[in-house]
């Protein structure tokens, strides 16, 4: 093999180069971050709104960061196609065996750009879905003014229950529901649902699922709030459909609402609503399943202050 026949290999040695460096960069960003620096906190942290998705999202941001790293292989196989005409001189190959290769590896990163369209789909759904968390979760803070309890991301059995309101009225399991809005030049047509209890339409679909999980989700929590506090606790579904007009004949077992009527959660539908014991038992032991989130580098800082004491 000449000098001139090895010049043709120097690109494709120095993109792996390239490349390497890159992963070795990300990964210790990414290592940097999680690390984020000494806890003083030894008490573990209740649970945001939407808690759940946020770990999602950041395993997505992994994999979608694996997923791009791979895909800066690419030029590397479009230059060995790019110099099969002269591959049994350069390599010494036989060229169908390098064409193979090639076609190969061009498969391969298909896959992974496949991967990344989908994980890239998936990540603005998760940031959708966050920001609608945060919003009814911020609204339902406000609640906390009028003698309300409120918690988030309520972990059950197998599910979340995005949001519990402990208030006068009662016990509310609330699920969060982010749908997109159609543009189809409609107007106000692109932005209302009928809800009849049981079915949700939208404008182009119908939904009955999330009706069904809430009411599932309440009727776990009042038989884990009964197993806890020791007395019947009835605990009402509400969903949450953030920015939607939503048009209903009557009440429903099952209420679906928008982020800008949460008040009427603070008045009893009968007569008589929670009492205030009653209310802090309940809250109390949502409080102790709710505070969940390690501070971070927690050990660390334990040993710390017992090397200062």
Known sequence: MQFRDIQQLLPIVAWLVIVTGISYLIQFSLRNKQRGGVSLLTRNLLRCPGESLRQRLEAVAANLNFSVVQLLFLPIFLYIIYILPSADQVLGLDSSLLMAGGLFGLGFLGFFLFRTQKLLREQRQ?????????????????????GCFVYH????????????????????????LARAKPNKGRGEADARVFYDGVTINFPDWTETKPVEQVRVKAKWLAEWLESVVGETVEVKPVIFLPSWFIRSERRHEVSLINEKHTKFLINPREEKGLSEEISRRIACQIEQRCRLVEPVEHQKSEKCIEKQV
């Open 126 to 146: 998760l940031h959708m879905e966050l920001d609608c968390q945060a919003a009814v979760g911020q609204e339902l803070n406000h609640l906390m003014q009028r």
């Open 153 to 176: 991301d309520f972990p059950g059995e197998k599910f979340n229950i995005s949001h519990i309101l402990v208030s006068p009225a009662g016990v509310y399991a609330v699920d969060t």
